[in-house]
């Protein structure tokens, strides 16, 4: 006895079900690995060890006091958080130095 072509669907339920629950699986995955809905703020930045001493605009200026740093024997790195912004940390022991060093600078 042969099938009508339009007497059923059934052929359908298990493709339907089956998308479903990958449509349903996603939607959990991204709740539960998501990032959350706000972008507004990002988290403050957390410097571990390192104490903040110059911020400057320029990458190259940031790198130049790096240098200057350097060579007064302080160990220092350079975080770039935003664009057109270098933020130079260096360890708490070596801070005041650092600072006036950093003042004397002329690219601060």
Do not use: K, Q, Y
Request: net charge neutral; no cysteine; aromatic share 8%.
């Amino acid at each position: 006895m042969p099938i009508g072509a339009g007497s059923s669907l059934h052929f359908l339920v298990g493709p339907s079900i089956a998308f479903l629950v990958v449509g349903l699986l996603a939607l959990f995955l991204r709740w539960a690995f998501g990032t959350g809905w706000s972008n507004s703020t990002p988290p403050p930045a957390d410097d571990g060890l390192l104490t903040l001493v110059a911020t400057l605009s320029r990458r190259e200026s940031a790198l130049a006091l790096r240098a200057v740093l350097s060579d007064a024997g302080i160990r220092s790195t350079v975080r770039f958080p935003a664009p057109h912004r270098a933020d130079v940390l260096v360890f708490p022991e070596d801070a005041d130095r650092a600072r006036s060093l950093a003042a004397s600078f002329p690219g601060s």
